[in-house]
């Protein structure tokens, strides 16, 4: 009968690399999240600077109206003999310029509303870049682990993440 030989090879279990590669992998989707969040707070910020620059430039043209009414009156009032059409004009060029004046006011408030609402998504979209990298320095450094195999680097990493998430749960509450 022939000898039958059986070979059992002894893995090697890291038990430490095992958790540490889970705890990678928790920093890796944690990271996925913090980076989509950040990129959504930066595009609602660009919008909403569009829509600040649509509404100055909507108050830009009401005060250019009421200044060509306010160049009219000066037309009608420098005529040495002024019909009635010239004062019915007048009254219609008044009561115009009213209007003009509070369109473009309400135009001037909602640019700086929305303005101020730009600098508040512009300051959260900054705490998720912040929190976002260092959350990338905390993985790095944990999966240096595998290369190292120093225990040092996890810890200094998930101290690095956790500020990170930190952070960025900051800007998430302003």
Known sequence: MA???I????????????AIGVV???LA???????IISHRAHTKA???KADANDQWSYYQAKKTKYHLLETGEDLLNAMPARSATADKTLEKYASEKKRYDREAKEAQEKATETEKETEQIEAKGLRYDFGEGLLEIGLVLTSLY????????????IISATVGIVTALSGFLM
């Open 3 to 5: 000898e039958l030989e």
């Open 7 to 18: 070979h059992h090879e002894t893995e090697h279990h890291d038990p430490a690399g095992k």
């Open 24 to 26: 990678a992998s928790i």
């Open 29 to 35: 989707v944690l990271l996925a999240v913090v980076t």
């Open 46 to 48: 660009v919008l909403l």
């Open 146 to 157: 595998f290369i190292a195999r120093s225990k040092l680097f996890p810890v200094i990493g």
